[in-house]
């Protein structure tokens, strides 16, 4: 798996946008980047994941750079219930999700 | 489908006891992951399985864990004998035909040992 580098943890005020960065600089060239979420006691949850172009779904945005170095995770309008720990995950083609500590985002109102 | 489903949510037992927690994939899912979680190391994947197949478990603690996967629809971790310091929420989960589709997890078992 590709080391990836977080913050650990983030403050943003309810209804701004939270943008949360990742470094992967020794990903390669057919690793995606994943993000996951996990809201307290609850079993992580799926986000977005991307290689080259950036994404877009119901819950957030992922821009990845043109190097593919890293990214960022947008959550257009931030709310309370968005509060939880975001992990950036690059996995290798074996399929082997392994999880780093995360950021910790703190949706202030 | 109704998810990733683990039993019991809730597990307390006695230091060496036994333990054994159980995990119903999502149906034609073909990878399975066990996790623990604890405040500490944070969230660690113990073992994976592709096709029932265990492919790495360098991340079993000792010999006292096993997992087994018999079958596609079901799989099961034991500790034995159980140790307070094995006290964690254990999650399972699990994901797609094609690697690059999303893991989806269970609730996880909140694991006691006093």
């Known amino acids: 798996d590709a080391k990836t580098t977080q913050p650990p943890s983030m403050d943003c005020a309810e209804g701004r946008a939270a943008n949360l960065p990742c470094n992967h600089s020794t990903i390669s060239g057919n690793e995606y980047v994943y993000w996951y979420r996990q809201i307290h006691s609850q079993g992580p949850q799926y986000i977005i994941h991307g290689l080259k172009n950036n994404e877009t779904n119901e819950m957030a945005s992922l821009i990845i750079t043109e190097d593919r170095k890293s990214s960022t995770l947008i959550l257009p309008h931030a709310t309370l219930r968005d509060t939880a720990v975001y992990y950036c995950?690059?996995?290798?083609?074996?399929?082997?999700?392994?999880f780093g500590q995360g950021t910790t985002l703190q949706v202030k109102p | 489908d109704a998810g990733v489903i683990q039993s019991p949510r809730h597990e307390v037992t006695e230091m060496g006891q036994e333990v054994t927690l159980r995990c119903k994939p999502i149906s034609g899912h073909d990878y399975l992951f066990w996790y623990r979680q604890t405040m500490m190391r944070g969230l660690e994947l113990l073992i994976y399985?592709?096709?029932?197949?265990?492919?790495?478990d360098s991340g079993m603690p000792e010999d006292r864990f096993s997992a087994k996967m018999p079958n596609a629809s079901f799989s099961n971790l034991k500790i034995q004998p159980s140790e307070p310091r094995d006290s964690a929420v254990y999650f399972c989960a699990s994901s797609g035909v094609k690697f690059g589709t999303e893991a989806f997890f269970g609730q996880g078992t909140r694991l006691t040992v006093v």
């Open positions: 995950i690059a996995p290798s083609n074996t399929g082997k999700l392994i």
């Open positions: 399985f592709n096709n029932n197949v265990p492919i790495d």
